[in-house]
């Protein structure tokens, strides 16, 4: 196991009172047809079982969307993207504006098999870096990632140069890659990165849910 997997284990408990929990919500789920945050699985919504991990993490956590009201139910703060139609950039970018720590571990909506010792893991190393970032072969998971907030200089930077993909962002500053094998200590499976683009998606997660009932 990664020595820093081992200094999780020592140093770093819940909840964070550090980095702030922020989930995103604010996609338009134009592939999968209606809202995909608010589908059921195991009897609660996909965007419920990320606020429930969450939760259990952080001390602090926010929600950004552009449909405040679709979400008003959770009781969280809500903010929306201060700059709109950006995708996802646009979002980490509003989260780093708005919250008080100098660190935020940004999530999308849709992924119910979060790991809360990969999370607990990717805290504890984050010190001397902008972004922590799982990293699996070429799929870099950028919606499950720890941001700092010395990255909103080079989003505004980008953004101004119409560049909004969030890998573009890596380019210019300080990446901790959490690798394959080093993920595999936490979750097994996996599963973190799980999400739905289209309804046999949805089918599938129903199925592993049950499945580790």
Not at 42 to 58: A, K, N, P, W, Y
Request: charged residues 25%.
């Amino acid at each position: 196991m990664p020595e820093d997997s081992e200094n999780t284990k020592a140093k770093i408990k819940p909840p964070f009172t550090d980095s702030v929990g922020i989930i995103l919500a604010g996609g338009k789920s134009t592939r999968y047809g209606r809202n995909k945050a608010l589908e059921n699985i195991g009897g609660r919504t996909l965007i419920e079982h990320v606020v429930e991990t969450m939760t259990s993490l952080f001390e602090s956590i926010i929600l950004i969307t552009n449909t405040p009201a679709e979400y008003a139910h959770l009781g969280l703060p809500m903010h929306e993207d201060l700059i709109k139609g950006l995708g996802p950039i646009g979002g980490i970018y509003t989260a780093l504006k708005v919250i008080d720590k100098d660190f935020g571990f940004v999530v999308a909506c849709d992924m119910p098999f979060l790991s809360k010792t990969l999370i607990t893991h990717m805290v504890s190393i984050k010190e001397s870096f902008d972004v922590v970032v799982p990293r699996m072969d070429w799929k870099i998971e950028a919606l499950h990632a720890i941001y700092r907030k010395s990255c909103l200089k080079h989003i505004e930077r980008n953004i101004k140069q119409e560049i909004y993909q969030v890998m573009r962002l890596f380019e210019s500053v300080t990446v901790r890659y959490v690798e394959e094998e080093e993920i595999i200590q936490f979750d097994p499976e996996l599963k973190s990165f799980l999400n739905i683009n289209r309804p046999q998606d949805l089918r599938r997660l129903e199925s592993l849910w049950l499945n580790s009932s």
